[in-house]
């Protein structure tokens, strides 16, 4: 139990944080934590329908602009890289509406079983 205390405390540590971020690579496509989802689930799906206009073409130019550099095997200058700050600030923009779906999904589920019980 103790290995895994400090084993909890190294990996919550921002400095380690901040490594492993550095560590994934796709700050050099100019991605963000939330350009990354599962295209098969319907929650996310979801999540990303409801996403704000704004957001959603800023999205779509972050993934279609990865790509490209991608298939240019290329990286974007390093002064447009996302910082780990900025990642953490911007880069959680689907988180919310995500939690959303997840809600009513519960929720939906919820009343299906007190209707059931009938």
């Given at each position: 139990?103790?290995?895994l205390t400090k084993t909890l405390r190294f990996i919550?540590?921002?400095?380690?944080?901040?490594?492993?971020?550095?560590?994934?690579g796709y700050?050099?496509?100019g991605?963000?934590?939330?350009?990354?989802?599962?295209y098969t689930?319907?929650?996310h799906l979801e999540a990303v329908r409801r996403l704000p206009p704004d957001l959603y073409d800023q999205h779509t130019?972050?993934?279609?602009r990865a790509s490209q550099l991608e298939i240019t095997k290329q990286f974007l200058p390093k002064e447009q890289w996302p910082s780990y700050e900025e990642d953490m600030d911007k880069g959680r923009f689907l988180t919310p509406?995500?939690?959303?779906v997840m809600k009513e999904k519960k929720e939906k589920e919820e009343w299906v079983n007190?209707?059931?019980k009938d």
């Open positions: 139990m103790v290995h919550n540590n921002p400095g380690f944080r901040k490594f492993y971020y550095g560590l994934q700050n050099k496509y991605l963000y934590y939330d350009d990354f989802y599962d689930d319907p929650a130019y972050r993934v279609i509406y995500l939690d959303e007190f209707l059931s």
